[in-house]
Nanobody
Framework: QVQLVESGGGLVQPGGSLRLSCAASGFPFSTYRMSWYRQAPGKERELVALIDSREIFTYYAESVNGRFTISRDDVKNTVALQMNSLKPDDTAVYYC?????????WGQGTQVTVSS
């Protein structure tokens, strides 16, 4: 069955870095657009970054542009989110998403907390 398993979350001080990883299985990973979303308490889920199936196109939310980098490995079926210069406002549950046409899959999420 389809699985998206996130890892790498945790507690980090402001200005620190974290690297999230998402391991995918059960679908043709290389043909899917992969994204990272996040949801903070009391807020709607928002798109953080995405990378298309050919690694030609990437998108970043304005709030993370220049600090976060999304990448994918189509051999290992993983997608990563390198997060630098973290701020308290980055605190949220981060979700991995895979999308192609009408197919849309989600991971269970990983908590990122930025606090001193």
């Amino acid at each position: 069955q389809v699985q998206l398993v996130e890892s790498g979350g945790g507690l980090v001080q402001p200005g620190g870095s974290l690297r999230l990883s998402c391991a995918a299985s059960g679908f043709p990973f290389s043909t899917y657009r992969m994204s990272w979303y996040r949801q903070a308490p009391g807020k709607e889920r928002e798109l953080v970054a995405l990378i298309d199936s050919r690694e030609i196109f990437t998108y970043y939310a304005e709030s993370v542009n220049g600090r976060f980098t999304i990448s994918r490995d189509d051999v290992k079926n993983t997608v990563a989110l390198q997060m630098n210069s973290l701020k308290p406002d980055d605190t949220a549950v981060y979700y991995c998403n895979a999308q192609q046409n009408d197919y849309n899959y989600w991971g269970q999420g990983t908590q990122v907390t930025v606090s001193s």
